[in-house]
Nanobody
Framework: QVQLVESGGGLVQAGGSLRLSCAASGRTFRTYSMGWYRQAPGKERESVAAISRHEGTTFYADSVKGRFTISRDNGKNTVYLQMNSLKPEDTAVYYC????????????????WGTGTLVTVST
């Protein structure tokens, strides 16, 4: 079992920055690829970013490319999402998720999910 707890969400003005963190329980964190999704009110969940278990591969949705950076610290069992140049359309609940097979991220077929953290970007 892996438990994921997100933190770092909040209210920020457009153009500002936030860093989300996702702390994982257990000693198997380094065996999982990690990803971030988001869901805005009234919209479907969408992929945001992913990182493979050995940090060799990363993915970014076109909407966040160049503004968001995903990283992980296997020693701290934590994955991060640095969000810069935030826009009102980035407003959403952001979810952290873990999966053994990196390719499953793109199918939304994750093994474990966090409960989410709300990011609100004001104009």
């Amino acid at each position: 079992q892996v438990q994921l707890v997100e933190s770092g969400g909040g209210l920020v003005q457009a153009g500002g920055s936030l860093r989300l963190s996702c702390a994982a329980s257990g000693r198997t964190f380094r065996t999982y690829s990690m990803g971030w999704y988001r869901q805005a009110p009234g919209k479907e969940r969408e992929s945001v970013a992913a990182i493979s278990r050995h940090e060799g591969t990363t993915f970014y949705a076109d909407s966040v490319k160049g503004r968001f950076t995903i990283s992980r610290d296997n020693g701290k069992n934590t994955v991060y999402l640095q969000m810069n140049s935030l826009k009102p359309e980035d407003t959403a609940v952001y979810y952290c998720a873990a999966v053994l097979e990196y390719a499953d991220y793109f199918r939304g077929n994750m093994d474990y999910w966090g409960t989410g953290t709300l990011v609100t970007v004001s104009t």
